[in-house]
């Protein structure tokens, strides 16, 4: 069972939140774990480069000089990828990297993501996070009252939140999610979670309810 501390907008400590890393997933697969990030990553990759093969390259096809009697190596088209101005030898094509990841795979992968920063202590319960306008010096100070500076740190709202979203936009390492964009790469590439309790219970009861469906 792991406890968490919750605390309030200038860090101090108001409660606790108990919870058990099983309830989210009953173990961590690093070798799914690892397949959805790659996926992620891979899905994220545009595909669309393109240089010139010799095919592609203009320039005429006459062979440079006779291939005897010179003292040169023997050449053929100026076009060729070992010459100035010539295509790539290996010539980049478009192509799709996308990966066809199932989508029950990637919502356990993403829990177990969650389950792992349990165990590891490496998410931060905040009690309220709310702004009626943009804050930014406000969102700076509670980042750094909880000690979450220093480090790439992923802040976890219920639905989407534009007064959170706009108070940290501007401050470096702190990107904005709804729980329910949540996914497995970018739980796994910040360093710290933040949320509130009620986001907190909305990933375990969703957690919950996948399981009981797949019973």
């Not at 994220?44 to 006779?66: E, H, I, L, N, P």
């Not at 480090?151 to 219920?158: E, F, I, P």
């Not at 796994?188 to 009981?212: C, F, H, I, Y």
Request: glycine share 8%; with cysteine.
């Amino acid at each position: 069972m792991a406890s968490l501390i919750i605390h309030d907008k200038s860090g101090k400590q108001v409660g606790t939140y108990e919870i058990e890393p099983a309830d989210l997933a009953p173990r961590i697969n690093r070798r799914l774990l690892h397949q959805a990030v790659v996926a992620y990553q891979a899905n994220a990759r545009q595909g669309t480069f393109k240089s010139k093969s010799r095919s592609d390259v203009q320039g005429t096809t006459k062979k440079m000089y006779r291939q005897k009697g010179t003292g040169n190596a023997r050449a053929g088209s100026r076009r060729s990828g070992v010459r100035r101005g010539g295509g790539h030898i290996f010539a980049k094509r478009p192509r799709d990297f996308s990966q066809v990841l199932p989508r029950k795979a990637a919502r356990v992968a993403t829990r177990m993501a969650l389950a792992g920063k349990i165990r590891d202590q490496q998410i931060v319960l905040i009690d309220e996070l709310k702004f009626d306008a943009p804050a930014t010096r406000e969102m700076a100070s509670i980042v750094k009252a909880l000690k979450c500076h220093g480090g790439s740190l992923l802040v976890a709202t219920d639905g989407y939140n534009p007064g959170v979203y706009k108070s940290a936009r501007n401050i470096a390492g702190v990107t904005v999610s709804p729980a329910a964009d949540l996914n497995a790469l970018t739980v796994t590439r910040s360093r710290q979670l933040l949320m509130t309790p009620a986001v907190l219970d909305g990933l375990r009861a969703a957690a919950q309810n996948e399981k009981s469906k797949s019973k």
